[in-house]
């Protein structure tokens, strides 16, 4: 064995440690990246290695020595692969803790800041009564809201000038006959349309919004709610109308509530009622106006009055939620006031 070789196995051995410390030191993945570069790149200590080896001039010390940088690079990738997968396991879970996020935090911070939606007060009750007539048998229509004289009045039994009218204080549009367009003023008109457009037997309930020229108070809106209730059939008598208004009053209620009807007047029924439903504790609500289709509306909805019978009813929506919250003030429920909504769910 030739000093030469002796040498260079020495600085391979050199190269070997200071390779294995200096991987062992690498604080980080590029760090140890580049550690590697050095190593066993071009300048690096094993290609200098490398580089003598050419210079031996015994074959098999040539060889032998080749075996041992094979070795050293091969020990040197080891340890290099060994390492890089112990820093990558820290610099990963360091990237999770940073990258973490308190979903406590976050699920506070967002019921601090976000409000649940609520349905309006009136439109849970619409909800509520047309699940109630569903149940109890009816269909459920809607009708226009600008409505026309024919519809709102005329058809039912109201020609132009009668006196009935002055009941509603109606809101007009613009029209080119003028009078001849309005805000409906009650869902009565959708009576007509659906007499119209469905073949009876009709068992339908209709809701919507009606306008009047009143002045906002605590129980009167211009703009408020109303559904109305139709059955047209044969052989119909006010003791349906009684009964339906009964069955609906428990139905909606609760079973502690039953209603009464007392005499009125309506041009578009004979006879008319109106109808309130009496609370357990004995007082009474106004509810709305009903009675037997007048035979003039049968034709106006074109239907023959010798075959057919019927009944309607009508009430209005909003001033059964304000009952039925204690809401003391209907102007409260159009106060686009968001703390008001959110007191009820
Ligand atoms: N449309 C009437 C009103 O608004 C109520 C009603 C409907 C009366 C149906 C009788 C029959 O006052």
Redesign the pocket.
């Known amino acids: 064995m030739s000093s030469s070789s002796h040498s260079e196995r020495a600085s391979l051995a050199d190269a070997l440690s200071s390779g294995i410390s200096a991987i062992s030191q690498a604080a980080s993945t590029s760090e140890l990246r580049s550690v590697m570069a050095t190593l066993t790149g071009k300048k690096g200590a094993v290609a200098a290695v490398k580089s003598q080896l050419g210079r031996l001039d015994n074959i098999e010390e040539r060889k032998a020595l080749g075996v041992l940088v094979n070795e050293a690079v091969a020990a040197l990738e080891s340890a290099a692969e060994s390492k890089f997968r112990e820093l990558k396991r820290a610099e990963f879970s360091t990237q999770i803790s940073a990258e973490k996020v308190d979903m406590t935090e976050l699920a506070l911070s967002a019921q601090a800041s976000q409000r649940r939606g609520r349905m309006h007060l009136v439109t849970q009750a619409t909800e509520r009564l047309e699940d109630v007539f569903v149940g109890l048998g009816f269909q459920i229509a809607e009708g226009p809201e600008v409505e026309t004289d024919f519809y709102n009045f005329e058809a039912l039994n109201m020609p132009p000038s009668h006196p009935a009218r002055s009941m509603w204080d109606t809101l007009f549009i613009e029209s080119d006959v003028e009078g001849s367009v309005v805000l409906r003023t009650?869902t009565?008109p959708v009576q007509i349309r659906v007499m119209q457009e469905w073949p009876p037997p009709i068992y339908a309930v209709m809701p919507g919004r009606v306008f009047r020229k009143e002045t906002p108070d605590a129980t009167h809106m211009p703009v408020f709610h109303?559904i109305?209730g139709l059955v047209i059939d044969r052989g119909i008598t006010f003791a349906d109308l009684a009964g339906t208004i009964e069955s609906f009053t428990k139905a909606f209620f609760g079973d502690g509530f039953t209603s009464r009807l007392r005499p009125s007047y309506?041009p578009?029924?004979e006879p008319?009622a109106e109808f309130d439903i009496r609370r357990p504790d004995g007082s009474w609500i106004e509810l709305?106006?009903?009675?037997m289709v007048h035979p003039h509306v049968l034709r106006a909805g074109g239907l023959d009055p010798e075959e057919w019978s019927g009944f309607?009813?009508?009430f209005g929506i909003d001033r059964m939620a304000k009952e039925r919250h204690g809401v003391n003030d209907l102007r409260d429920m159009y106060s686009d006031d968001i703390r008001f909504t959110e007191q009820f769910s």
């Open positions: 009650h009565s109303q109305e309506f578009f029924t008319s709305g106006g009903c009675g309607a009813f009508g």
